[in-house]
């Protein structure tokens, strides 16, 4: 079993930059993809950002090129560099994990409801 705990939300304005953390306890057996989810109001959760074991990462075509999704296997951490946030990147931000999984030719991996989930952190963007 994996536990995770996210933390750094808060509120920006846009334009500007957050940096998302998940602290990682327990075996994730050296064959996993984690990923960061995020849940707005009225909508359904996406997938955006993902990482496997390998360093092979996957990214929604909203976020590319603007989120950075990262781990530190030291620190038993996984990160998310937003920069530019924009309005529409407000939403509740989960971190995910999956044991005996891949990034697979960049696409997101299959992360779901009976994988592991962390309690979420808020990210509010005002225009």
């Known amino acids: 079993q994996v536990q995770l705990v996210e933390s750094g939300g808060g509120s920006v304005q846009a334009g500007g930059s957050l940096r998302l953390s998940c602290v990682v306890s327990?075996?994730?057996?050296?064959?996993?993809?984690m990923g960061w989810f995020r849940q707005a109001p009225g909508k359904e959760r996406e997938g955006v950002a993902a990482?496997?074991?390998?360093?092979?990462?996957s990214y929604v075509d909203s976020v590319k090129g603007r989120f950075t999704i990262s781990e530190d296997n030291a620190k038993n951490t996984l990160s998310l560099q937003m920069n530019s946030l924009k309005p529409e990147d407000t939403g509740m931000y989960y971190c995910?994990?999956?044991?005996?999984?891949?990034?697979?030719?960049?696409?997101?991996?299959?992360?779901?409801?009976?994988?592991?989930w962390g309690q979420g952190t808020q990210v509010t963007v005002s225009s």
């Open positions: 995910a994990a999956r044991l005996w999984c891949q990034v697979l030719r960049g696409l997101f991996p299959p992360i779901g409801g009976s994988d592991s």
């Open positions: 327990g075996n994730t057996h050296n064959n996993y993809c």
């Open positions: 990482i496997d074991s390998d360093g092979r990462t």
